[in-house]
């Protein structure tokens, strides 16, 4: 489905990723963990294209690309979540969730003027489609509320929503789950497993919380300082020596 | 438009009503549930339809006439159809409570010997999965929404589609099939088997008939001349017997709407969304209601502040007056006051609840306070008090329109004979009384006297007006050392009327005096002491606070007033009380599941807390078990103090505040 | 207080996003037209016909296309009176050089001349943000005007670059007097708030807010940025254009370039930092504001200095009038960012709520 | 030829006016991250209220400097707390809209106060010609543009200094990143923002009188910031070094454009000339010369 083929990236001098591959298998949950500024959020914004990375070419479906760029990403059926959330906070979280369709939505200018006729019964066709991701991630109550007023968590869930509108076949979850507490995480699990098996829509999963990843992901990418130390499933990658090291901060 | 009126007689079973609606008014909404944002609605031709399906779909699965048919989950249309359903077949639907565990199903499973099972979800399916090895019988279990169980192997479990899909072949392979078994039921027949949560022993099923339940409901919609263009809004545990009358018997006899809410947490928005024109509330609904108003005005602007205030004392004059169509006896300058209200205080605020459109509210299962009772019916809405139990059908006396008497629960109701028994008991002579109890043949005899008179367990008696007034239980009726009589849930529900107290436990049977438990409302209370600046941890820090016991010895002591000028009940006033240490709560078997307080549970439970406020002890260490919500169990220690409170002389009938 | 929700619930999508959902609102807009369109004709003098409500409505219809770029896609423009400019000059030469050109059609095309120069200004927009982008349309705002002047060929050669526009005749309906002027912009400014509302609601308004809150994640879900951003421009100045249009031939009766100032410009951006930014409402209620705000001012300058006794030279009341605009400014900054529109919206949720607090 | 130098000297002189106005933008932009829009108004407010003083009191010339500067520091000072304190953390598009009426405010009240006649200001220096020059050169260069020049650019050495040693100026510079950043290491963000908008009263008086002794006082002066913007473009907003080196291009650019395209277009081209350069060199370097490139983090 996906495969990064040894992507680097620098800012200047400041080497963020060195010469990372691994591969995402269709309907997969795929985690990649490594203490912070391991360079995890650097590599999904890599894949969808917001950083270009100097060397490495990602692989998506049949296509091979050396440079991605958002915008299509997002055509080609990629959404992702952003680490600190990025909604649009003018807007209710109806209309959030509506913006994540507007790839679908293609009536000229004219007809969205006049609103009656073929804007209206498209308007009306993809509420129905967000009014289920609604019901999906039980947000009824807060249908109408801006954005802005919510809680943290829920506009944690909103944004996962907003990333599913565009019906994805690749989902990338940049920590879904920070700052969350025990409640909350446990229903966020649900909902990923939920998509994962409902929609069988592929997932990259960032996670701190060794717990969630080691429960929730079939296979795990090991970060540190920029370079890949451990790839497999979670318990391989559990007892394996670099990836404790990393964790436990063995002197470099 | 058909007046309302009473179907034929020919329509005498549920599912015949059904049809005879299909009939007469198919094109009318007859059901609307809120999914996905908007609200569906289904026709009464489109229910028919929808019923034959799942009737037939039934039967296709084997079931046979005189099995029943558990029904577990919220308010949901295709739960009332599966009852519909079963009905039509012959059997008896079983609704059970839907916040209930899987251990106390699994009872309700083998006494009622379920085969068949209709659930609302995932959730409830897995409750009956977890208890199937202990109900060997329990064969087929149908789900409405699927989620999350896509890949469920368990035997006999169905999608509520897939019945209907299989009923559709099934009505095509057997044309005349569900004309016949509709044809076959019979008014004697058992329509529905109702379980009691029942304050002692192991829950019983009540079996009605179609003839009983038809009967009571014809009764109330005459008595209230309901019609087909009222609204309801039907959120109440189907389980229970208020939700039964409500939002089926009478449903299906008037062919009024039954509107069921998106989820339990948006009752609230969709009952101002829907208006309904007849809503029913169990008094604890009306009680969290006024604790919810009150807080909300507290922290309203100092202008706003005043004028509602102003204006409730005026409703509070003259509402209720009003209300009873005795405005002559009011003050014109009141009467212009009253109309004001109406514009700037009482309608806003009805219509901010969703009760604007209300001509008939109701309340029962409890006794609720007068002044409770009074609050509402001042601010223009038409509250009126009806008493019956699961076993009459709710269908036993009623406040008569512009009757309404504050601590009074009706007059009898037409059919309904009343007397009262020696030992005070009230006893029933009603068409309305339920068939028998469930393979209890010992429990029906006991509560069904020889002479066809149903024994209500309560106290009470006829008041000047022919009005019934109820005290309390029988059995918990008591005498205190001198003779007077200890009415306990008389007393507590004076006491549960202030917004602070949640929940009392009154004592003081065989005693020489009167003492009590007080649980105080942690939202009330709470939001009161944050105004003071009061800063407090949890719920035990707030209830041990000397300010707290100070607010509470205040309504003690005004209900000492009002005990006072009773005169039968003059000297039970409450001499000594505490404030509990934690919450009183079902899961820890406090309550029942309809919060009513199971006193001898209690009364054994905290016996060392009893016996100090029998002491002259001003403190007492207790130790208590508690089940935290993720089942997890821990002990709560605290020291909980002890406060007397000055008994009151026959003082005139002060005014609760 | 006079809202009665209770019993309005919606059983398709269809209701559930229409302009109006509540019944109560229904009802005031419906009075709301009625008013506009039978009863103020009647009652209203040539005067507020012509001096009040005339350029309200046309400043409106600035205010909204403006309001469109800035409210809603969030690219501050400084240029609009340059737009409005572009608009009248086109109409007036559509209607001069191609024979039978029914008026109507003049101002359409004159807005879709505007619309086309606002792309052009619009393209600096996709590299540039925030105040270099201000400063862009500043550059338009000179450059544009002076254009005109120069080039002969626009205003017919005329001496003076003043050009008395053509008669407004629709379909042989000569609306010359003030009551056919007023009805004939309140038509006009009444369909094309409405197309306004229409475009804000659906998937292009959903866009051009998404560029406003965050462009880089409205990129990563599918919006092509530069092509939202330039609609956004092409839309706001077809409105610019339109009521330039309006504003020379039915209002002021004279084509003149230099007359779309930058001072105008600054008017139209007050009525929508005023009146609301990010609301069709707002752009309404900042023109009115702006356009009552001087008269007002007049009548109650003399009163004032009366009761104070000062005497006050001729000029001063232009100058009072700067002081308290730029005044007001600053006040409504400070006070409420949103503007009149979100005083609005605060007081129609207090109503609906009321008694209650929230 | 030689006339190409005059010209070339005259626009770069007239450029050094230009940089004046638009250090006046950059100092409270640096400072203050906000784009005062009304630092024309204050050059207009300080001229009229230098001449203004000048005529009621017939005091001498410094001591009505000093008389103008207090009214120019107070002004800053009021600014700062009437109009900023109440919008620390507003979006940057809040604040521009506020400058926006604070200019109308002053200009309306400026006219209020002195009246709206235009006046002569006489520095004291002749706008004629310096002999030497002329005769070496033969280019016609006036005293007063020289004049000006040395005052300015004495000026904007000494803020240069100002800004990258003083410990006042490093403070300045950590406001304009981060309001809050700036508050929570305890830079008094107030007294700061008063401090910075009574130096720029100051340079607005500086230009303020150079500016009316060339063509008197009058509201025209306002359309002095329009003048500036293109050079705030050309130079970045935030670089003082931007700031000069932009109004000497501009000027010299507009001068020559004036005088040789001028004609070909009909003349009066000097209105949006300065705008259209800079918008084309916007195009090809969106933050201006020395402004540093922003690097959007996600």
Known sequence: MLSVDNISLAFGGVKALTDISFDVREHEIRAIIGPNGAGKSSMLNCINGVYSPQRGTIRIGTETFRQMDPNKAARMGIARTFQNIALFKGMSVLDNLMTGRNLKMNCGLLAQALYLGPNRREEIEHREKVEHIIDFLQIESVRKTPVARLPYGIQKRVELGRALAAEPRLLLLDEPMAGMNIEEKQDMCRFILDVNDEFGTTIVLIEHDMGVVMDISDRVVVLDYGKKIGDGTPDDVRNNQAVIDAYLGVAH | ?657 | ?358 | ?298
């Open chain 4, 1 to 298: 030829m030689q006339f190409f130098f005059e010209v070339l000297i005259g626009g770069l002189l007239a450029g050094v006016m230009y940089s004046l106005v638009a250090l006046g933008f950059v100092l409270i932009y640096k400072a203050s991250g906000v784009f005062n829009f009304a630092q024309g108004a204050m050059v207009f407010f300080a001229a009229l209220t230098f001449v203004g003083l000048q005529e009621k009191t017939g005091l001498p010339f410094w001591i009505v400097l000093a008389l103008t500067l207090a009214v120019m520091i107070l002004l800053g000072v009021l600014t700062e707390r009437i109009v900023l304190r109440p919008l620390v953390n507003q979006p940057q598009i809040t604040l521009f809209m506020a400058t926006i009426g604070l200019s109308f405010l002053l200009e309306g009240l400026s006219q209020l106060i002195w009246g709206s006649d235009v006046r002569r200001l006489d520095l004291g220096l002749q706008d004629e010609p310096i002999q030497v020059v002329m005769d070496r050169f033969g280019i016609l260069i006036s005293k007063f543009d020289l004049a000006a020049a040395a005052v300015a650019g004495v000026l904007v050495g000494v803020l240069a200094v100002f800004f990258n040693k003083t410990r006042i100026g490093r403070a300045l510079r950590a406001v304009a990143d981060d309001h809050q950043a700036a508050l929570a290491v305890g830079i008094p963000l107030q007294q700061i923002w008063s401090i910075v908008w009574s130096v720029a009263g100051f340079v607005a008086l500086v230009a303020g009188l150079l500016w009316g002794a060339r063509n008197g006082v009058q509201f025209a002066l306002t359309f002095v910031a329009l003048k500036a913007l293109p050079v705030l473009i050309l130079g970045g907003f935030e670089s003082i070094l931007g700031a000069i080196v932009g109004g000497l291009i501009i000027g010299a650019a507009e001068k020559l454009a004036e005088v040789y395209l001028g004609p070909l277009v009909g003349g009066g081209i000097e209105g949006w000339f300065a705008y259209m350069l800079a918008l084309l060199f916007l195009l090809v370097r969106p933050e201006g010369l020395f402004g540093e490139k922003r690097i959007d983090r996600v």
């Open chain 2, 1 to 657: 438009m058909t007046p309302a009126g009473i179907p034929p007689a020919a329509a005498d079973t549920f599912p015949r009503l059904l049809l005879h609606h299909a009939q007469v008014r198919g094109g009318r909404t007859a059901i609307r549930e809120k999914d996905l944002g908007i609200w569906l609605s289904w026709s009464w031709q489109q229910v028919a339809d929808e019923v034959r399906a799942t009737a037939c779909g039934l039967a296709a699965l084997g079931f046979k006439r005189g099995m029943t048919l558990a029904i577990i989950g919220d308010n949901r249309p295709r739960l009332y159809w599966s009852m519909m359903a079963a009905q039509a077949l012959g059997g008896i639907p079983v609704p059970l409570y839907q916040d209930a565990v899987a251990g106390e199903m699994k009872f309700v499973l083998e006494n009622a010997g379920i085969v068949f099972a209709v659930v609302e979800d995932q959730e409830q399916a897995d409750k009956l999965l977890e208890v199937r090895s202990h109900c060997p019988l329990l064969q087929h279990i149908v789900f409405d929404n699927g989620r999350g169980m896509r890949n469920y192997t368990a035997a006999g479990v169905l999608a509520f589609d897939q019945l209907m899909a299989r009923g559709r072949e099934f009505d095509a392979a057997h044309p005349g099939f569900f004309a016949a078994e509709v044809a076959a039921g019979k008014v004697g027949d058992t329509s529905v088997m109702l379980y009691t949560s029942g304050t002692t022993g192991s829950p019983k099923g009540v079996c009605h008939t179609h003839g009983s339940l038809i009967a009571a409901a014809s009764g109330d919609i005459a008595f209230d001349g309901f019609t087909a263009d009222d609204e309801i809004l039907s959120y109440l545990p189907m389980a229970w017997v208020g939700d039964h009358v409500f939002s089926y018997t009478q449903a299906l006899v008037a062919g009024f709407c039954v509107n069921c809410p998106e989820s339990s947490e948006t009752v609230m928005t969709d009952l101002r969304e829907i208006g309904p024109t007849y809503y029913f509330a169990p008094p604890r609904v009306f009680e969290n209601l006024l604790t919810q108003v009150m807080i909300r005005m507290e922290d309203a602007a100092p202008f706003k502040r005043r004028v509602f205030h102003h204006f409730m004392a005026v409703a509070k004059r003259c509402g209720g007056a009003i209300m009873d169509g005795r405005a002559g006896s009011v003050a014109f300058g009141d009467r212009v006051q009253y109309a004001l209200g109406n514009l700037l205080v009482y309608g806003p605020l009805l219509n901010v609840l969703g009760m604007s459109r209300i001509r008939v509210a109701y309340t029962g299962g409890a006794a609720i306070g007068p002044d409770l009772f009074e609050f509402y019916r001042s601010l223009g809405i038409n509250l009126k008090q009806l008493y019956g139990q699961t076993e009459t059908a709710a269908y036993v006396c009623k406040h008569p329109n512009g009757q309404v008497k504050l601590d009074t629960v009706g007059k009898p109701l037409p059919g309904v004979q009343i007397r009262i028994a020696a030992n005070g008991e009230v006893q029933v002579l009603t068409p309305s009384m339920m068939k028998e109890y469930y393979q209890r043949p010992d429990a029906t005899a006991e509560s069904i006297s020889p002479d066809g008179w149903f024994l209500t367990g309560d106290a009470g008696y006829f008041d000047a007006d022919g009005h019934i007034k109820i005290i309390d239980r029988a059995k918990d009726v008591g005498r205190l050392t001198d003779g007077t009589l200890f009415a306990p849930a008389y007393i507590e529900n004076k006491l549960k009327f202030f917004p602070q107290i949640k929940e009392a436990v009154a004592f003081g049977h065989d005693r020489d005096t009167c003492t009590a438990f007080i649980n105080i409302d942690l939202d009330s209370v709470g939001n009161w002491a944050e105004r003071r600046g009061i800063a407090y941890a949890g719920y035990t820090d707030l209830a041990q606070k000397e300010a707290v016991y100070e607010v509470i010895r205040d309504c003690v002591e005004q209900v000492n007033r009002d005990l006072a000028a009773d005169p039968k009940l003059g000297n039970s006033q409450v001499r000594r009380f505490l404030i509990l240490h934690k919450e009183l709560d079902a899961d820890d078997g406090e309550l029942t599941r309809t919060r009513k307080v199971r006193r001898g549970f209690i009364a054994e439970r905290y016996a060392q807390l009893v016996d100090a406020l029998y002491s002259i002890a001003s403190h007492c260490e207790i130790e208590a078990q508690v089940k935290f919500e993720d089942g997890r169990t821990g002990t709560i220690r605290a020291d909980v103090r002890i406060c007397d409170v000055a008994a009151r002389t026959g003082v005139p009938m002060g005014r609760a505040a």
């Open chain 3, 1 to 358: 207080m006079f809202y009665r929700e209770a019993g309005q619930f919606k059983t398709s999508y269809a209701a559930d996003q229409q302009l109006f959902p509540i019944r109560q609102d229904r009802i005031a807009m419906l009075a709301l037209l009625v008013l506009a369109v039978a009863v103020v004709p009647l009652i209203a003098s040539n005067y507020v016909l012509t001096a009040i409500l005339l350029p309200f409505l046309v400043f409106a219809l600035a205010a909204l296309g403006l309001n469109i770029l800035t409210g809603y896609a969030g690219q501050l423009s400084l240029g609009t009176a340059a737009f409005m400019a572009v608009g009248a000059v086109a109409a007036y030469n559509f209607q001069l050089r191609i024979p039978g050109m029914p008026v109507l059609g003049s101002f359409v095309l004159g807005g879709l001349t505007a619309a086309l120069v606002g792309i052009g200004f619009g393209l600096p927009s996709l590299r540039i943000k925030g105040f270099y982008l201000a400063v862009a349309t500043l550059a338009a705002q000179f450059f544009i005007p002076w254009l005109l002047v120069k080039v002969s060929w626009f205003s017919n050669n005329s001496s003076s670059g003043v050009i008395s526009a053509q008669p407004v005749v629709i379909l042989g309906f000569a609306f010359d007097s003030p009551v056919r002027k007023y009805l004939l912009v309140l038509a006009i400014v009444a369909l094309m708030a409405l197309a306004a509302k229409n475009l804000v609601r659906s998937s292009i308004g959903r866009a051009w807010m998404a560029v406003r809150d965050m462009d880089v994640a409205a990129e990563v879900i599918g919006i092509r940025i530069m092509r939202t951003k330039l609609i956004a421009f092409a839309v706001s100045s077809f409105y610019c254009g339109v009521a330039g249009a309006l504003y020379a031939s039915v209002y002021l009766g004279s084509v003149e370039a230099d007359g779309f100032n930058l001072d105008l410009s600054f008017r139209i951006l007050f009525m929508v930092i005023i009146g609301g930014v990010g609301s069709i409402l707002g752009s309404f209620l900042g023109a009115a504001f702006i356009t009552l705000m001087p008269i007002a001012l007049d009548r109650l300058l003399p009163w004032a200095a009366e009761l104070l006794n000062l005497n006050l030279p001729a000029g001063v009341t232009s100058m009072v009038q700067l002081v308290v605009f730029g005044a007001l400014i600053i006040l409504f900054l400070i006070v409420e960012p949103h503007g009149l529109a979100r005083l609005w919206q605060i007081g129609k949720e207090k109503l609906r709520l009321w008694p209650f607090p929230y």
